[in-house]
């Protein structure tokens, strides 16, 4: 997968001024647009479009400075229909519009090209099964949230904390199948995953296809596939978040898996009483890569 994620940089590079087809360069590479833009937004910390943005605005900015072209030329070149909208891209990276910048040198904010590596530490294994899973229902409350990627989010705290206790027991004497116990479920992400996007998240248990749910609550169809299942022990929530990035720099790189689209869910096996440390578990949904 590192090398899939360099010959995607390398390509933005050959074309900045065009609208990339990822699908057909994924499946080129024997690998799904999913999997690749996931595996990107984990390792480079932003969405593969930001990353074009940025890079396009980068080079664009050259152009600029140097002054021997008209705007319109420009904005053409990098895929802009007009000077107002290559405007506005350009001050969204830069802080400053392509006049100003032109006038006076600058302010300028430059995006290198990314280069992925992988370093192999080898003395933290991943504790990690591959479930093979009928298809079932995740069924509890949901609500639309924005994605945080470090710490603790307030709207999915909040939401957990407005179900009453028996809410809680209700749910749980529900569920009948693994993933086991309370669910901390999340769906709808974008492939890029960028840092305040909205998902589905929803708190809930896992039932089998045929049980029969009350009508209040809501519920998410899984068909049947494999999922990587990862325990984590730690702080919580850092040994989770710090495990779901290291399925991206560690595990899938060197694992012969690939993200598939679907929810992904966290059981909490033991959780101490202050809720500062937990065992949990990571649910992926996976095929063969």
């Known amino acids: 997968m590192i090398s899939e994620l360099n010959q995607l940089v390398d390509l933005v590079e050959e074309r900045l001024g065009e609208e990339l087809d990822v ?45 021997e072209e008209h705007l319109l030329t420009i904005a053409v070149r990098y895929g802009y229909g007009s000077t107002e909208a290559f405007g506005r891209a350009f001050r969204a990276v830069h802080g400053s519009g392509p006049g100003d910048v032109r006038r006076d040198g600058g302010p300028l904010r430059t995006q290198p090209q990314l280069r992925f590596r992988l370093t192999v530490e080898g003395n933290t294994p991943m504790d990690t099964r591959i479930a093979d899973q009928p298809s079932f229902r995740l069924v509890g409350h949901a609500v639309r949230v924005p994605l945080i990627h470090r710490g603790i989010n307030p709207q999915i705290q909040q939401h957990i904390s407005s179900l009453p206790p028996e809410e809680h027991a209700r749910l749980k004497a529900l569920g009948n199948i693994e993933p086991s116990g309370l669910l901390q479920v ?97 649910w992926l949904p996976v095929e063969p890569g």
């Open 186 to 282: 999340t769906d709808d992400l974008a492939p890029d995953a960028a840092e305040g996007s909205e998902l589905t998240y929803l708190h809930g248990v896992a039932v089998s296809a045929g049980t029969a749910v009350p009508d209040d609550l809501d519920a998410i169809e899984v068909p049947a596939g494999r999922w990587a299942v990862f325990r984590t022990s730690g702080p919580y929530p850092q040994a989770l978040q710090d495990a779901w990035a290291a399925t991206a720099a560690e595990w899938f790189p060197s694992n012969p898996w690939i993200l598939r689209p679907g929810p992904s869910i966290v059981t909490i096996l033991e959780l101490a009483d202050d809720f500062s440390t937990a065992t949990c578990e990571l």
């Open 23 to 67: 699908r057909e360069f994924a499946g080129a590479l024997g690998t799904t647009e999913y999997h690749l833009r996931r595996m990107f937004s984990a390792l480079a910390g932003m969405p593969l479009s930001e990353y074009v943005r940025r890079r396009r605005m980068t080079v664009a900015a050259a152009a600029v400075v140097r002054g």
